[in-house]
Every structure is written in structure tokens, then in C-alpha cells.
Nanobody, 115 residues
Framework: QVQLVESGGGLVQAGGSLRLSCAASGRTPSIDEVGWYRQAPGKQRELVASITRGGFTNYADSVKGRFTVSRDNMKNTMYLQMNNLIPEDTAVYYC?????????WGRGTQVTVSS
């Protein structure tokens, strides 16, 4: 199994930045793709960004040019650098790790952007 713990959320003003971290433990060598998702109140959970073990990245249109996803395989940690935040980015952010045939979620970290 894989355990994921997110950190780095908080309250920030519009235009500010935050860096989220997702620390993985357990069967970390089996992790292929890692994704950051978010869920705002009353909305469905949506993909924000993802990165494969080989470094291939994918972003939601709403965050392209503002967010950067990265991973440090040696440290078993994934990151989401969020710049130029807007109130619409307010949500709980979750980390998801995918292995062959299985996926795991963290418990999430709250990001609140004030206008």
C-alpha cells in the first residue's frame, strides 16, 4: 500500500503563492503517476495537474501558466507550486498516487484565497 500526506495549504491573498507537498510512504517504488486534485464546496473533485514517473506533466486549462507540478522520486515527495492564486482556486487539494491497478488518496489540505 501507499500512504500520502499533503501539507502546505493555508490562507493567502489573491495574487499570492503557495507550495503544496505530498509525502508518500509505503510501496513508493510502485508509484507511477501522481496527481493533484481539488474539490470546492458543492463541486465535483477535479484534476489540477499530474506527473508521471518519467516527468510527463498534464494541467487543467484553468491553472496552466500559474501552477507547476513536480516530484522528487528520491524523497518520495510531490509538489504543486501555485502562483498568482485567484479566489476560484479555493478548495481542498488532494494528492493521488497511481500504481499498477491501484490508486491511493491523501486526506487533503485546505487552500483559501481571499480577494
Amino acid at each position: 500500500q501507499v500512504q500520502l500526506v499533503e501539507s502546505g495549504g493555508g490562507l493567502v491573498q489573491a495574487g499570492g503563492s503557495l507550495r503544496l507537498s505530498c509525502a508518500a510512504s509505503g510501496r513508493t517504488p510502485s508509484i507511477d503517476e501522481v496527481g493533484w486534485y481539488r474539490q470546492a464546496p458543492g463541486k465535483q473533485r477535479e484534476l489540477v495537474a499530474s506527473i508521471t514517473r518519467g516527468g510527463f506533466t498534464n494541467y487543467a486549462d484553468s491553472v496552466k501558466g500559474r501552477f507547476t507540478v513536480s516530484r522528487d522520486n528520491m524523497k518520495n515527495t510531490m509538489y504543486l507550486q501555485m502562483n498568482n492564486l485567484i479566489p476560484e482556486d479555493t478548495a481542498v487539494y488532494y494528492c493521488k498516487a497511481t500504481t499498477s491497478g491501484m490508486f491511493y488518496w491523501g486526506r487533503g489540505t485546505q487552500v483559501t484565497v481571499s480577494s
